[in-house]
């Protein structure tokens, strides 16, 4: 074996790598992007060399590694090619997070919320193609060229090189100085960021540009009111339904991933796509255009409970497990003596949803993960949960029980990706691909609505009952916007834009109003059907008032890049959350958002920033003012985003092994204490110390390092019990400066 060169092996583990990298930007891109004129696509790929900056560096980090690694141990190369292998691995399965977010995948399209494996396996599998495969048979072959450079054989061109490394120095430069002004002035795709580097780019902070209250906030600024005939209709409407003689029941359905072009793709209820719901339709009320707040299901499940309250400054997998003291629904209507049931059709431990729903006043809750093992074996759809039919036969069983009136909560599973339906469905089948199983999945889940409504019916319960059927978001298949797939990567209306159907026997239908709500506006309107009125706390609106005026209806997104955005009437406006850019758009004229006005309405786009962010800050604080988080002054302020950093501190005991199984103590007794902090993301990774200073001025200190993208951090004191009791500090620090002082008290525990 010939003795390698060092300098050669750097550079051929560099070249197959990069390689490598360009293999998989040229496919993303003719695959899932590129959707024109091929003259267009050759303009792209001719551009591809100066776009592979960010990867050409972790190549060439690596092929430094593999260049101190040439000719040294067995166990060394090996392990060496094992990392080579895996990082290969992610690159090619990031590939398929692509197809979807037109994005190398990043951590805030998880929220923060943690996933069973088999789950995100489901769903990951599902969005395989032959590609996949044809590049795991590509990254075996780098594998065996980069095994063989590190054994000594790399080819002429190579040794070639190192000889003449001082030239191919400068060349680099030049090349790296030529990709900054290409990635700077032409649309790159996202393909110009490394995987690696992307899945710790820093979040976008928000932008605080103006302050105002929530009722300011609701009035339409440019935008006309929708003209809606049908509309004036419902407080008389509303009148004759509170005229029951005794308090009806209520059933309420939350369609998993199904917002209103989904369902109603031309206006109206489709024959073809729903006939169950269809025919129902011939007798409902349907609102078209009820606005989420954000484009994901626990986000929304939050806002129709809470008649509209959110927070903004945060993730599910975090702020959800505060106990939230204000109004819900299912504690509105358990005060006026009603039952009140969940039945859930997913899984709830995604997304904390199951959290959320455990702190509200359901006397039963059961969903799919209750289920006997059984049943959940039998009845599985996919890995998000099961057959919603069996949910409603297991909510059907609980009615049959249960005193009048009743409130059922139920939600269905089979339309959430990878979508799925049982195989006895006997609707039509639309194809494999990925709408085509959705559509699937809508049929079946529109049969099971039919069965529901028809069994209510026979057993004349339909007669004492308002049903209810909306849907947590949208569901993009890149029809309107090639580059829109899934729910989260948008804020166009196939995104962000639901519904409402109504069904009581005093609704003549069918009637359809197309003046714009919120999905908070649901909470108000239901317990306004249901007699007296009193004042609710709450930002939604009852949509059958006479009362009722149009209002501003805010959203935003976390997914890279974070946006926010509103609907002003007519007018509707997406920016980036840091208060640059801006899209909009006049609906009345252009419903499908393919013509920006930005350019020729710019004081108009800046207004709309700034009412933006009012609201960010100013429904961030409304939700927390309602929670027990209030009195740890987690309130979003201006000054905790001039810059990055640990803004507050909170003490308490572990619950759990992650950060966020913490209980706040107002004073902790002798056993380790820890100290929860918050930070607004640092735009790169640090290293801080946390030192510990006791009551006898006894110092502790312990390191961390924090990553882009953290918002929480958790720290135990580095002492074996007993700790002494008085008043502890706690300093946080970089290198250069003290970040965050606290103080907190220990007690001698009671004997």
Request: aromatic share 10%; net charge neutral; glycine share 8%.
């Amino acid at each position: 074996m010939r003795e390698p060169c060092p300098i050669a092996v750097g550079l051929t583990v560099t070249a197959a790598l990069l390689a490598f990298s360009t293999l998989l930007v040229c496919e993303s891109y003719l695959l899932y992007v590129h959707r024109g004129a091929w003259s267009s696509a050759a303009s792209f790929l001719l551009r591809v060399p100066f776009l592979l900056l960010e990867h050409a560096v972790v190549a060439a980090v690596l092929g430094a590694l593999a260049a101190l690694l040439a000719g040294r141990g067995r166990w060394l190369r090996g392990g060496f090619l094992l990392v080579v292998a895996a990082l290969g691995a992610y690159l090619v399965a990031n590939q398929v997070v692509y197809r979807l977010f037109f994005s190398p995948a990043h951590l805030s399209q998880s929220e923060g919320s943690t996933f069973d494996v088999a789950t995100v396996w489901d769903s990951f599998v599902a969005e395989l193609d032959p590609t996949v495969y044809l590049n795991f048979a590509a990254l075996a072959g780098v594998t065996i060229v980069i095994g063989r450079a590190l054994s000594g054989h790399t080819g002429r061109p190579a040794r070639w090189l190192a000889a003449r490394w001082r030239t191919l120095a400068l060349a680099s430069v030049v090349w790296a100085t030529a990709c900054v002004v290409v990635t700077g002035r032409a649309t790159t795709h996202r393909l110009d960021r490394h995987p690696l580097v992307a899945l710790f780019e820093p979040t976008r902070s928000p932008a605080r540009l103006a302050t105002a209250t929530l009722d300011d906030l609701a009035l339409l600024r440019f935008g006309r009111p929708t003209i809606d005939p049908d509309g004036a209709a419902l407080p008389a409407l509303a009148t004759r339904i509170r005229a029951r003689p005794t308090p009806p029941s209520v059933l309420m359905i939350v369609l998993e991933s199904v917002g209103a072009l989904q369902l109603l793709p031309d206006g109206q209820l489709d024959a073809t796509r729903t006939p169950h719901l269809a025919r129902w339709g011939s007798r409902a009320l349907i609102f078209d255009s009820i606005y989420v707040s954000f484009p994901s299901t626990a986000r929304t499940h939050l806002a129709l409970t809470t008649g509209g309250q959110t927070f903004t400054w945060g993730t599910v997998g975090r702020d959800l497990v505060a106990a939230y003291a204000g109004p819900t629904l299912a504690g509105e209507l358990h005060a006026r003596g009603y039952r009140t049931a969940l039945f859930a059709a997913p899984r709830l431990d995604f997304e904390n949803l199951g959290r959320l729903y455990a702190g509200q006043a359901y006397d039963t809750r059961i969903g799919y993960d209750d289920l006997p093992a059984s049943v959940r074996a039998r009845d599985q759809v996919h890995s998000w949960g099961g057959d919603e039919r069996v949910t409603w036969d297991e909510a059907r069983a609980w009615i049959d029980g249960a005193p009048g009136p009743w409130f059922v909560h139920l939600l269905t599973n089979g339309t959430h990706h990878p979508y799925g339906a049982p195989a006895r469905f006997a609707g039509t089948r639309h194809g494999d691909d990925r709408q085509g199983r959705y559509l699937d999945a809508l049929g079946y889940t529109d049969q099971v609505l039919g069965e529901i409504l028809d069994e209510l019916t026979v057993s004349h319960r339909l007669d004492d009952t308002i049903v209810i059927i909306t849907g947590d978001h949208g569901q993009a298949f890149g029809d309107r916007h090639a580059d829109n797939l899934g729910h989260k990567n948008h804020l166009y209306e196939e995104n962000i834009r639901s519904f409402a159907i109504v069904l009581a026997p005093e609704i003549p239908g069918p009637i359809t109003v197309s003046r714009p709500g919120q999905i908070g506006d649901l909470f108000p309107t239901l317990v306004g059907l249901l007699g007296a009125r009193p004042a609710l706390d709450v930002p939604g609106q009852d949509l059958f008032s006479p009362t009722y005026q149009q209002r501003i209806a805010y959203f935003h997104k976390l997914a890279t890049p974070a946006q926010w955005g509103l609907r002003d009437g007519h007018w509707k406006f997406i920016g980036s959350i840091d208060g640059t850019g801006g899209r909009l758009f006049d609906l009345a004229r252009d419903p499908s958002e393919q013509h920006d006005l930005a350019r020729t309405h710019p004081a108009q786009v800046r207004t709309y920033h700034q009412l933006c962010s009012a609201w960010y800050f100013a429904a961030q604080d409304a939700f927390i003012a309602r929670t027990p988080l209030a009195d740890d002054d987690l309130r979003l302020r201006p000054e905790h985003l001039r810059r990055p950093g640990p803004k507050v501190a909170r003490f308490g005991m572990a619950t759990g092994p992650d950060p966020d199984d913490f209980e706040v103590a107002p004073s902790i007794t002798s056993r380790a204490p820890v100290v929860q902090v918050r930070w607004v993301p640092m735009p790169q990774p640090i290293r801080i110390r946390v030192t510990w200073v006791g009551p006898d001025q006894s110092i502790t200190a312990d390191d961390l390092d924090v990553f882009p993208d953290w918002t929480v951090t958790r720290h135990v004191l580095p002492r074996s019990p007993p700790i002494a009791a008085g008043r502890w500090r706690v300093v946080i620090a970089d290198p250069d400066h003290v970040l965050l002082r606290a103080e907190f008290d220990v007690l001698l525990p009671e004997p």
